[in-house]
């Protein structure tokens, strides 16, 4: 490979106004990080809540169910509905 073409391809390591250093990145692999950033941060989100709605659950001995105490619109879950039974699992996507 060409050893100019090596130079410009590689991240130049530049320092900002602090002192700080930081690599010049391209503005196309910025918009791909910042799309993965969003989609971790969403999935992460799904995954608390989902956490938190199997955690606070209240686990009904007599029918041996699991029904939800909170609602949750990203999971699309309203207080009172069953979460999982003997015949029946509610299936969530993340």
Known sequence: MNSALWHWRQSKVLRNEL????????PSRAIRNGKKKSIWNHRNEVRLQLRQLFDSAFIDREKDEKVSMLSSALLDVERGEVLSAPRYRRSFEV
């Open 19 to 26: 002192g700080e250093r930081r690599k010049n990145t391209s």
